[in-house]
C-alpha cells in the first residue's frame, strides 16, 4: 500500500485532457514538494514534473502540475499516443525520520 | 551529458549478499546526493535509501524495508554509488536504479539492474 494515493487507470481519447489526482497528508504533500515521473514501457521513469508546476528542460507545455492543501494533480492536455506510460508522483514524508514516499501509479492509456 | 550506469544485479538465494554499484558521470558526482530506488516486477517504485554529498556530511536514510540489511556508499574518487544488500529476502527482488537527487530529485535516472531472489 502506498503512501501517497492515485487511481490506478485513467484514459482519454488523443488531443484530449488527462487528469491524475495524488493523495498525500500534512507531513508530506501538505509540507514538501510534489514530483512526478513518466515511465514507459520497459524504461527507466523520467522526472516530468518538480517543485509542484515545473517543467524540466525538454518536457513540453502540455504536461502541468498543481497542488493544494495535501494533494497534487498532474494534467496533460493535447493527449498524445507517446503519452502513454505509467506515471508516479513523489514527495519526501517529514515523518519516521524522513524517507521519499511515491504514489502507486497510474497507467494513461491512449484511446 | 548526465550517465548513470548501474551495474551488479544477478540471482541470489535467501539471506544472501549482493553489491550493486552505479558508474556516474557527466555532472559533479561528488557535489551531488544520490538515491537508490527499487521497483519489483509489475509494481510502482520504492525508495530504498540516499546517501548526501561529503561537503553536507556524507550521511545516509534508509527505508524500513531495508534498514539495517543494505547500507549506500560512494567512492567520489571514482564516481560511483554503491549499494551493499545483506540478509535478502524474496520481496527484495526487483530491479534497482540509482538517480540524482540534483538539480530535482530523479531528474537523472540509470538503466537499472535487475536482482532476483530466489532459491
Redesign the interface.
Known sequence: QSVLTQPPSASETPGQRVTISCSGTSSNIGSNHVYWYQQLSGTAPKLVIFKNNQRPSGVPDRFSGSKSGTSASLAISGLRSEDEADYYCAAWDDSLSGRWVFGGGTKVTVL | EVQLVESGGGLVEPGGSLRLSCAASGFTFSHTWM?W?RQAPGK????VG?MKSRINGGTT?Y??PVKGRFTISRDDSKDTLYLQMNSLKTEDTAVY?CTTDAP????Y????TLVTVSS
Open positions: 538515491n530506488v510502482g517504485l520504492e525508495w540516499r536514510d527505508n524500513a536504479y530535482s530529485p530523479g531528474a535516472w540509470g538503466q537499472g
